[in-house]
């Protein structure tokens, strides 16, 4: 298995938009470069407020600055206790298909998918907190919950519980995966949290370790530890890893709407009997041997996701509609609400022309974010402040 470093941190040169949200374009991702250590890296700025004002001969010039603010705040914690900071990457992941094949004695279902990260993700900043007693989290948008409930404050607590270390952190989210997509965002900053806890503390845990104890927080979340492409099955918990089934440069188009599929409503109108009878193993086989198509790219949740938010339903029929077949396969990843159209980078033109979808999230150019896989990192933390990251290019 490779290293968890290999999935969320290398110095590749990630594209992506300063806006995710209201028909944001993700521009594809171009993996290259090998991981490094790098002092205080600066990513490229976020728009600053400036506001000017002239009183006789004086003019003000009011600058408010949320990066700055956050850098002076991290520079302060460094040069008091000198500890250290780190940038990382963290991956969302489609559901290429996904079999619901029963129901466990536990009240959850075994399901059997075959899971892939892609090129968009988030980028979050750790910074060790000179307090004892709590961590402190931050966003870039709003609705994203910042207290116990969030699972990077879980998968820090978890660590803590786990091996006994008492370092909390300060913690930056910049969130570009949308929230109840089915695309494992908020599944994937936990691992990232664990994976960033483990370096703060010397990496007392292996990599193993990290993902067998992140199975007690959510079920996706094991899958991140993983090379990149992994056949899950159990609740998700269990991971296979295999060689990768799709190509590297093949594109593909992220359609989410503003609203969210509950992942508790759509299991609830899952009908087992009424679910897919084809045999997980032949459709991994068939992708693997002839790539993507319509026919292996099985939902199971996808009807009883279609009941909850009927008008998703319309939106996967126009969008086939409308591609006129330059799409090798269009489904829902997860539990929704995210609609994937595979094999070409275009949108369909309805999505920029009818009011009706002005607020919907879409992310073009996305690609199978692989390459990380033959990156290794050699140490742990290694010097006062170093960062392994994504280069952001707005």
């Known amino acids: 298995m490779a290293m968890a470093s290999s999935l969320f941190f290398c110095n590749h040169q990630l594209h992506t938009s300063s806006n995710s ?9 171009r993996p290259h470069g090998s991981s490094s250590f790098h002092p205080k890296p600066q990513l490229q700025r976020t728009p600053f407020l400036r506001i000017s004002a002239s009183a006789g001969r004086k003019q003000v010039e009011i600058v408010y600055d949320p990066d700055e603010r956050i850098n002076k705040l991290a520079d302060e914690v460094d040069k008091n206790t000198e500890l250290s900071r780190l940038t990382l ?33 988030d980028i979050i900043k750790f910074s ?20 116990d409930s969030n ?4 998968a820090l607590n978890l660590y803590r519980k786990k091996t006994g270390t008492d370092n909390f952190f300060w913690i930056h989210l910049d ?39 992140s199975s007690e927080i959510g079920s996706d979340i094991p899958f991140f530890f993983s090379n990149g492409a992994a056949f899950c099955t159990g609740r998700g918990e ?5 060689s990768l089934p799709i190509p590297l440069d093949i594109p593909m188009v992220l359609v989410k709407p503003p609203q969210a599929c509950s992942t508790a409503e759509v299991y609830k109108r899952l009908r087992l009997d009424q679910t897919s009878k084809v045999d997980p193993l032949a459709l991994l086989e068939k992708i693997s041997k002839s790539g993507i198509s319509q026919d292996v ?16 339903k319309r939106l996967k029929q126009r969008i ?53 896989i033959s990156q290794k990192l050699s140490a742990c933390l290694s010097s006062k402040i170093w960062t392994v990251c994504a280069k952001v290019i707005y």
């Open 297 to 312: 790219c099985v939902n199971d949740l996808e009807p009883p996701a279609f009941e909850v938010l009927p008008s998703l």
């Open 238 to 242: 269990v991971v296979e890893d295999i």
């Open 89 to 121: 990457f963290s991956p969302c992941k489609i559901n290429v298909f996904l079999r619901i094949t029963g129901k466990r004695a536990d009240g959850f279902h075994d399901l059997a998918s075959l899971f892939h990260v892609i090129s968009l993700g």
């Open 128 to 147: 060790l907190s000179p307090s004892k007693t709590k961590d402190r989290l931050s966003t870039n948008v709003p609705g994203v919950p910042l207290d």
């Open 320 to 372: 086939v509609a409308a591609s006129r077949g330059q799409y090798d396969a269009v489904f829902m990843s997860g539990s929704g609400s995210t609609i994937v159209g595979v094999g070409s980078p275009d949108p369909p033109q309805f999505i920029y022309d009818e009011d009706e979808y002005q607020d919907v999230f879409l992310s073009v150019f996305v690609e199978v974010y692989s390459d990380w």
């Open 151 to 154: 699972l990077i404050i879980k």
């Open 21 to 29: 949200i209201r028909r944001t374009t993700l521009p594809s991702f």
């Open 175 to 213: 969130k570009k995966v949308p929230t109840g997509a089915g695309l494992g965002g908020g599944s994937s900053n936990a691992a990232t949290a664990l994976w960033a806890a483990n370096q703060f503390s010397g990496c007392l845990a292996t990599e193993k370790e990290l993902q067998e104890w």
